[in-house]
């Protein structure tokens, strides 16, 4: 149990386009999901905290215009990366809160990202 | 959340155990300790956690010193699949949705 995909599980694309990545959790409900980025060799960093109904919560320096998320039912966010550039490419990673624990988040497979 | 240091790389033999030390100094009395590893281009794993007592799964062994200043993840026989890069994170445990900081992590290379 406690698995959370994530679609697609690459993607390219070409500079100024928009790219949806969506993060789903298969066998329980998340009240809260969690969007990371990661380049390469570094570590994870937190994008946004999406909590289901309302606004995302986005972490210092992250642009909310540029990564929209959606968290519209329990089961589902999306981060959609707008007017993609070069600089945007990298490694997102959601992970999801089940409703009742504060215990262990369970993380997606990542989706990478790469814009030409 | 308290800051942890961690090695940036250690090696390990297959077979034996792995030893993986973590520093968190500052941790307060509130805060746990969990561990996460990642597989290369993979979404991080939950290993284990605690707060002041050791733990044991079937993945590994958790030993946090008295004055919860320190702690070591054991992985009792390595293989080659546990090279991965292993994150030590204190945090709060609640209901707030607490966010993961991940640090830089010690890269393990279990080698054959």
């Known amino acids: 149990g406690a698995v959370v995909s994530q679609h697609p599980s690459w993607v390219i694309c070409k500079s100024g386009t928009s790219v949806k990545i969506e993060c789903r959790s298969l066998?329980?409900?998340?009240?809260?999901m969690f969007w990371y980025r990661q380049f390469p060799k570094q570590s994870l960093m937190l994008m946004a905290t999406?909590?289901?109904?309302?606004?995302?919560?986005?972490e210092q320096g992250v642009e909310k215009d540029k990564f929209l998320i959606n968290h519209a039912s329990l089961t589902l966010s999306t981060l959609t990366v707008t007017s993609a550039h070069p600089e945007d490419s990298s490694f997102y990673i959601c992970?999801?809160?089940?409703?009742?624990?504060?215990?262990?988040?369970?993380f997606g497979p990542g989706t990478r990202l790469t814009v030409l | 959340d308290a800051k942890t240091t961690q090695p940036p790389s250690m090696d390990c033999a297959e077979g034996r155990a792995a030893n993986l030390p973590c520093n968190h100094s500052?941790?307060?009395?509130?805060?746990?300790v969990y561990w996460y590893r990642q597989i290369h281009s993979q979404g991080p794993q939950y290993i284990i956690h605690?707060?002041?007592n050791n733990e044991t799964n079937e993945m590994a062994s958790l030993i946090i010193t008295e004055d919860r200043k320190s702690s070591t993840l054991i992985l009792p026989h390595a293989t080659l699949r546990d090279t991965a890069v292993y994150y030590c994170i204190v945090r709060v445990y609640n209901n707030a949705g607490n966010m993961l900081t991940f640090g830089g992590g010690t890269r393990l290379m279990v080698k054959p």
């Open positions: 605690g707060l002041k």
């Open positions: 999406s909590n289901e109904g309302s606004k995302a919560t986005y």
């Open positions: 992970s999801a809160l089940p409703r009742f624990s504060y215990n262990e988040q369970f």
């Open positions: 500052t941790i307060s009395g509130n805060e746990y």
């Open positions: 066998d329980f409900q998340a009240t809260t």
